[in-house]
Nanobody
């Protein structure tokens, strides 16, 4: 059974930092692209960042480029999202996603709230 468990969310003031973690089990983690997505109240879920299984290349949404960093530790089956210079508009539930061409899995999400 596949489990993706996010952690590290919380309440932070604008300008602050948080590091999210997503621990995976039940999959061969090193063969999956790993992504972070977020969903703010009343809005669609949106892409935040991706790190590929092959080569570790990364892609970011324009809104977080230069502020967020995605990384993975295949030995720990964990993907991270370092979030710096947080803004109130970053407030959302953050989800991780394990992606292969024919299947994908979602975590349950972790709440991030940025106060102004």
């Amino acid at each position: 059974q596949v489990h993706l468990v996010e952690s590290g969310g919380g309440l932070v003031q604008a300008g602050g930092s948080l590091r999210l973690s997503c621990a995976a089990s039940g999959i061969t983690f090193s063969t999956y692209d790993m992504g972070w997505y977020r969903q703010a109240p009343g809005k669609e879920r949106e892409f935040v960042a991706l790190i590929r299984w092959r080569g570790g290349s990364t892609t970011y949404a324009d809104s977080v480029q230069g502020r967020f960093t995605i990384a993975r530790d295949n030995a720990k089956n964990t993907v991270y999202l370092q979030m710096n210079s947080l803004k109130p508009e970053d407030t959302a539930i953050y989800f991780c996603r394990a992606i292969q061409p024919l299947q994908y899995f979602w975590g349950q999400g972790t709440q991030v709230t940025v106060s102004s």
